[in-house]
């Protein structure tokens, strides 16, 4: 079983359109929890930290479930610059990055 | 956040030969991580590079095919031996500052193609 999971997409959505991924992971003593965005051909770049609480910036807002072992990413009014693969990330007790397959979104004019 | 170059930026290499990957940050960072992207695929970790001794590897990848170097705290190598077309892909350094978040930041990448 995969460390990390999420759905490939991709996502095709109208630019405006509220659009959520989730992740799921396996281990239950992780410790910290992450959302990259990779654009094509580019490094992964850190979006948000994922906290116990929930976090919000900006159009973005970011949740963990600890007891169902998900977390989720919304993005409110996708603009056309959002198109990117974002990655869900996570460190478990040794320290490790685990990273998921990555969800592709596509925002359409 | 830090300044993370990598050098080179892409390379086309022959079967069995070997490449050095160098990594550079602007500033002192605790932890160095060397990671691959094949095609389609997220990353995933080859290993850690530990300032003054030896690399610590993750399952699958070892020390004869991936050595490592890091002789201080700014700068690590990745060697890729005795290239297979089974190698291309694209490897990632990234660093953990030890600020006190655990979070990492990447180098741009170096793409690989093995003939």
């Known amino acids: 079983r995969k460390e990390v999971e999420q759905d490939p997409g991709p996502f095709n959505v109208p630019e405006g359109a509220t659009v959520a991924f989730n992740c799921t992971y396996s281990?239950?003593?992780?410790?910290?929890f992450f959302w990259y965005r990779q654009d094509c051909r580019k490094e992964p770049k850190l979006l948000m930290s994922?906290?116990?609480s929930g976090n919000e910036d900006g159009r973005f807002t970011a949740q963990l479930n600890r007891a169902s072992q998900y977390i989720s990413l919304l993005i409110r009014d996708s603009k056309l610059s959002d198109s990117a693969t974002y990655l869900c990330v996570v460190n478990t007790d040794f320290n490790k990055f685990y990273f998921g397959s990555g969800t592709k979104l596509n925002v359409k004019p | 956040s830090a300044v993370i170059s990598q050098k080179p930026s892409r390379d086309i290499c022959q079967r069995g030969t070997s490449l050095t990957i160098q990594c550079q940050v602007d500033s002192q960072v605790t932890m160095m991580f060397w990671y691959r992207q094949q095609p389609g695929q997220s990353l995933t970790l080859i290993a850690t590079?530990?300032?003054?001794?030896?690399?610590?590897?993750e399952s699958g990848f070892v020390i004869d095919k991936f050595p490592i170097s890091r002789p201080n705290l700014t700068f690590s190598t990745l060697t890729v031996s005795n290239m297979s077309p089974e190698d291309s892909s694209i490897y990632l350094c990234s660093v953990e500052l030890g600020t006190g978040e655990d979070t990492q930041y990447f180098g741009p990448g170096t793409r690989l193609t093995v003939l």
């Open positions: 281990n239950s003593a992780s410790q910290s």
């Open positions: 994922v906290y116990s």
């Open positions: 590079a530990n300032q003054g001794s030896e690399a610590t590897y």
